[in-house]
């Protein structure tokens, strides 16, 4: 007596085992979702340091580029903001350091006058991690790990890696005088560029701008161009120089920035420096 016009269910086996499929996962409109304030919900998802990007080199398996990079790292951690689009990267050169980079991670957001409630991680971050569960307990985090077969529960941090990547990828590109083991800086800076990005789901602005209610000011942020050579002084005000036909500039390579100064590469030593703006 009740007019069906389709089924739900595939009479046949064989056809519900060979054409079953699960339909995509679709966000939430912006309209439904709440407006949470910074930081109150992080998600965490790591990446390289699986095997599984490089073959073996300097004698050990190392990923992304096939190197180390330039601080020995392998790998690392993205931290998003899932109320305003922020991705905080860290790297690591072992996985035990996960509990060092959560608690660095978790003072620089008190610094910045937010505190995190909630963390959603994958198991292989906080599974029988002691230390991890000691420092959720002192914040006041809970945390909520994803269920089994749900990829969408982690979906914000499973984006993150993937824009981060692409930002990075592009600044190793842009840069093909540089050294592969600069994808490190690349990676961190990558973070530094995401908050200044407007955002659709905040309605255009930027993570900068969600965060301090003002918008971005580039030239403060001393925001460049990765692999762009650049002049640095490297002796101090009151120090004399050898001869009067002494150059008095190094040249170096602007690789990113760190709190309220550059870095720098200096490729005859391979190493990163930090320097004033000024």
């Known amino acids: 007596g009740i007019n069906v016009k389709h089924r739900f269910n595939e009479d046949c086996i064989v056809c519900a085992k060979a054409k079953f499929r699960v339909k995509p996962f679709r966000p ?14 992080v998600q965490i ?12 080199a300097m004698g050990g398996t190392v990923d992304l580029f096939n190197v180390k990079s330039v ?23 072992s996985k035990a ?3 060092l980079l959560l608690r660095k991670f978790l003072l620089g957001v008190i610094m910045k006058g937010h ?13 029988n991690n002691a230390a991890v569960d000691a420092i959720c307990t002192e914040h006041d985090i809970e945390i909520i790990s994803p269920s089994a077969g749900t990829p969408e529960d982690m979906g914000h941090a499973e984006k993150a890696v993937g824009d981060i990547l692409r930002l990075a990828r592009a600044f190793m590109i842009g840069a093909p005088h540089l050294p592969p083991s600069l994808w490190g800086a690349a990676v961190m800076y990558a973070g530094v560029v995401n908050e200044i990005l407007p955002k659709a789901p905040n ?16 030239t403060r942020l001393m925001i460049g161009v990765f692999g762009c050579p650049c002049e640095v002084v490297r002796k101090a005000k ?3 120089y050898d001869d009067k036909m002494q150059s008095r500039t190094v040249s170096m390579y602007y690789v990113g920035t760190e709190n309220q100064s550059a870095l720098v590469y200096l490729p005859n030593k391979r190493r990163i420096y930090v320097i004033s703006r000024r």
């Open 71 to 93: 601080s020995g790292a392998i790998g690392g951690y993205v931290f998003k903001c899932v109320s305003s689009g922020s991705i905080v990267p860290m790297l690591y050169s």
């Open 115 to 127: 505190r995190v409630r909630v963390i959603r991680a994958t198991d292989s971050e906080i599974a």
């Open 45 to 56: 998802d790591g990446f390289g340091g699986q095997r599984s990007m490089g073959a073996s």
């Open 238 to 240: 009151d120090e004399k």
């Open 97 to 99: 350091q996960f509990p």
């Open 203 to 218: 309605g255009g602005i930027t993570p900068y701008e969600y965060h301090t209610h003002r918008p971005p000011d580039l």
């Open 28 to 41: 939430v409109p912006g309209g439904l979702r709440p407006k949470l304030p910074s930081y109150f919900e």
